[in-house]
């Protein structure tokens, strides 16, 4: 069973080119595809299952069947735009699309996973070609949400990853990837603005955490001072402040 595109093309007034699958291996890799095949800025896919959903760090994404959101949406960034700030809004838009439609409180472990009562219910996978000069030709920004608690449960996953809703409920997912489009696109108009980073950093659980982060082979322990304007993370370090570009933290006294 797929997304009803329909509903969300009237959901969202027609603003965005829908598409919705049964399945696909990742809904990142087919729309790359169409994105060198020219397909214009807003195509956004989404598929009912994915059956090689990909994560950062060259992971998995679980997809089952109607479990979640799992999309991709391109954008096609004029000028030099920061890919940080691109998937901060998505996270920012995800976090404020689950307040309004079912006004549950996502927080941001950064870079891009959204939280709930402890446990990861979104990851964000951006992937991107330059034009040559300095900006993009395209941007393949890959949302899953897990929305549903899947038949099977998460297996070996429960202890990380977590659900939004126990029960299913009609309409439900078609209401979310509206309002998300809706908030990323609102965002993604405003990306240099300073707006954006205190959104985000109102959702972030990290601050005065003691944190682990890999920074190429090594492993960097400090506890976490902020984020800057640029998404950058700030570890303090005795004395040192060294901001992280990219990367991945684990929480000490955190499972
Ligand atoms: C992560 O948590 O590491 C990022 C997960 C990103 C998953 C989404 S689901 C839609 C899109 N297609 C993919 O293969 N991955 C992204």
């Not at 999309?71 to 096609?76: D, G, P, Q």
């Not at 977590?162 to 489009?181: C, K, P, S, T, V």
Request: aromatic letters at 8%.
């Amino acid at each position: 069973m797929s997304l009803d595109a329909l509903k969300i093309a009237a959901l969202t007034e027609g603003r965005y080119h829908i598409k919705t699958v049964a399945q696909t291996d990742s809904t990142n890799n087919q729309l790359r595809q169409e994105a060198i095949e020219g397909a214009p800025e807003g195509t956004a896919l989404f598929a009912a299952h994915q059956t090689a959903g990909r994560g950062r760090m060259g992971r998995s994404f679980f997809s089952p069947e109607g479990s979640g959101l799992y999309f991709s949406v391109l954008l096609r960034p004029q000028g030099v735009a920061s890919g940080m700030k691109i998937t901060a809004a998505a996270g920012v838009a995800v976090a404020e699309a689950v307040r309004d439609v079912l006004g549950l409180e996502l927080s941001i472990k950064w870079v891009n996973d959204l939280y709930y009562k402890n446990r990861k219910v979104c990851g964000i996978l951006a992937e991107s070609a330059t034009d040559g000069q300095g900006g993009f030709a395209w941007c393949v920004l890959g949302i899953g949400l897990n929305v549903f608690a899947p038949e099977g449960g998460f297996g070996e996953l429960s202890s990380i990853a977590g659900a939004l809703l126990d029960q299913r409920q009609e309409g439900i997912l078609e209401r979310l990837a509206a309002a998300i489009l809706d908030r990323f696109f609102a965002w993604y108009d405003k990306l240099e603005e300073p707006s954006l980073m205190e959104a985000y950093r109102s959702r972030s659980f990290l601050q005065g955490r003691t944190v682990t982060a890999c920074r190429g082979e090594q492993r960097l322990r400090g506890t976490v001072a902020g984020i800057d304007e640029d998404g950058a993370l700030l570890l303090q370090i005795g004395e040192d402040l060294i901001p992280l570009q990219s990367g991945e933290v684990q929480l000490e006294d955190y499972r």
